[in-house]
């Protein structure tokens, strides 16, 4: 078991689809592949207007807009562009009203790809980047997520939350590397080493 403390690349990705990881190998289809999510994203909103409720309808949207942005996306920085933001805040709209309509277990790929949505590569938005990474957490149980749900938390200026997560990141961390995750914890707890751990970790890699 490997513990990073990256705030992207070191775990929130790994194993879950939609990852930085994933976000990487999903820029290469061009135009006529975003043309065919453009389709589907129509269909996918077909199917929204005659059933609101439709969660698998939402949760696709969500899908589809966050690989529009990852095509968009800078290989080298992880950083998305103009274009790839309006994406984002189109998959962070149906993200909300996804999570809005209560399902009983919320998809945890989609919500590694919005944690990375919301970080500072994407929108910059440190409390729904926290939500994401809660759902990741709760949902993997394993030390290497709550150390990144202690990153999102610090940025998002959330210390008690940050606490919790950092004591449970200790407590699921095997014997031999409980010191390697107390001392994780303390640099996930600096604010400014997880801002710049995000832009440090979108290293161009395959899926």
């Not at 809660?134 to 997520?145: L, R, Y």
């Amino acid at each position: 078991m490997l513990i990073g403390v990256g705030l992207i690349g070191g775990g929130i990705g790994s194993g879950v689809s939609g990852g930085i990881f994933d976000l990487f190998g999903g820029g290469n289809g061009g135009s006529s592949a975003n043309s065919q999510v453009d389709k589907k994203i129509q269909q996918q909103e077909r199917l929204l207007r005659a059933n609101p409720k439709n969660q698998a309808a939402m949760a696709a949207l969500v899908r589809y807009h966050y690989q529009l942005a990852a095509a968009s996306s800078d290989q080298r920085t992880g950083k998305f562009n103009k274009d790839g933001k309006k994406e984002l805040l189109a998959a962070s709209t149906v993200w909300h009203r996804y999570l809005g309509s209560n399902p009983k277990k919320p998809d945890t790929g989609l919500a590694s790809q919005m944690a990375v949505a919301y970080s500072p590569v994407g929108l910059n938005k440190p409390s729904d980047a926290v939500q994401a990474a809660e759902i990741v957490a709760t949902a993997k149980n394993d030390a290497q997520a709550y150390l990144q749900l202690v990153q999102f938390a610090a940025a998002a200026g959330q210390t008690r939350k940050a606490d919790l997560a950092g004591q449970k990141a200790i407590d699921l961390a095997p014997k031999a590397q409980k010191q390697v995750v107390k001392d994780a914890v303390k640099q996930a707890k600096n604010p400014q080493a997880a801002a710049a751990g995000a832009q440090s970790s979108g290293q161009p890699t395959g899926p």
